[in-house]
């Protein structure tokens, strides 16, 4: 798993780059740094498709 398939990494216009949108306090985001990206409780795919499947 990377940050970059997750559906809760969103592209932030004032900083200009892609930040993890949930909202945690600082010992909680040092906990998942520690753990990796692997292990992200929060983690959660972005697939468009599955909207699409929906759909028909």
Not at 15 to 42: H, K, S, T
Request: glycine share 2%.
């Amino acid at each position: 798993m990377q940050c970059e398939f997750c559906l809760n990494y969103e592209y932030d216009e004032d900083l200009a780059e892609e930040v993890c949108v949930i909202d945690m306090d600082e010992d909680e985001f040092y906990r998942i740094r520690q753990m990796g990206e692997q292990n992200c409780p929060f983690f959660r795919v972005d697939n468009e498709y599955k909207i699409v499947e929906k759909q028909n």
